[in-house]
């Protein structure tokens, strides 16, 4: 598995717009002001080297001792961990960055047809049709007489994760510790996310 030079987890605040070389663009902003480092995998005791990543923190007290447990933790393979440890060397690191994949959970749509789950085109509309939006056929002919696996039918839609690859990093604020990519990114607003320098960069 290639590892990656950094990866983040964040909340996803919401879209906005802002220039990217003089033409306006809708971005999604991501905050990472809470994320630490929790964690490392080495090489010598693992066999790989990754970073254990929290965010959004809260205080738990047990056996009269309190202690700081994140809410959201992921595990990077990350070929240097110390850029985690130094704020000037993760703004050199995210400024290197040109594009990145994202990766959160998609928004619940329940239950839903096979045109909207799947983008059928949907039957006609006039002249006495009765299949406006059913799924037609599924079945096969005598042989093999059975509905093959995976066929694209009625069925929950959503709450899966999803990665959209190669989102362009427009704007990184490394003080207000701030992703600024371009387009949309999975998941609602105050959802946690991971991103990480694309992997098909």
Same mark, same amino acid.
């Given at each position: ?56 923190? $809260?205080?738990? %007290? *047990? ?9 959201? +933790? !992921?595990? &990077? ?52 049709? $009765?299949?406006? %939006? *059913? ?9 093999? +007489? !059975?509905? &093959? ?53």
């Amino acid at each position: 598995m290639k590892a990656n030079k950094v990866g983040i987890i964040g909340k996803k605040l919401g879209m906005t717009q802002v220039y990217d070389n003089g033409v306006m663009t809708g971005v999604t902003v991501i905050d990472f002001s809470d994320m630490e480092l929790i964690g490392k995998r080495t090489m010598e005791k693992d066999g790989y080297t990754a970073a254990v990543l929290g965010y959004d923190f $809260k205080t738990v %007290r *047990r056996k009269d001792k309190e202690f700081k447990k994140p809410k959201f +933790a !992921r595990e &990077f393979r990350i070929e240097d961990t110390a850029v985690y440890e130094d704020e000037a060397k993760l703004s050199e690191v995210m400024g290197s960055v040109k594009t990145m994949d994202v990766s959160g959970i998609m928004k619940g749509r329940g239950f839903a047809g096979a045109i909207k789950r799947h983008h059928f085109s949907g039957g006609p509309a006039t002249h006495g049709a $009765k299949m406006h %939006r *059913r799924t037609g056929s599924i079945g096969q002919h005598t042989f093999p +007489a !059975r509905v &093959f696996k995976g066929k694209k039918m009625p069925g929950h839609m959503g709450n899966t994760r999803v990665t959209v690859l190669g989102q362009k990093l427009v704007k990184f604020d490394a003080e207000k510790r701030l992703l600024f990519i371009r387009g949309q990114v999975p998941g609602a607003n105050n959802g946690y996310v991971m991103v990480r320098d694309a992997i098909k960069a």
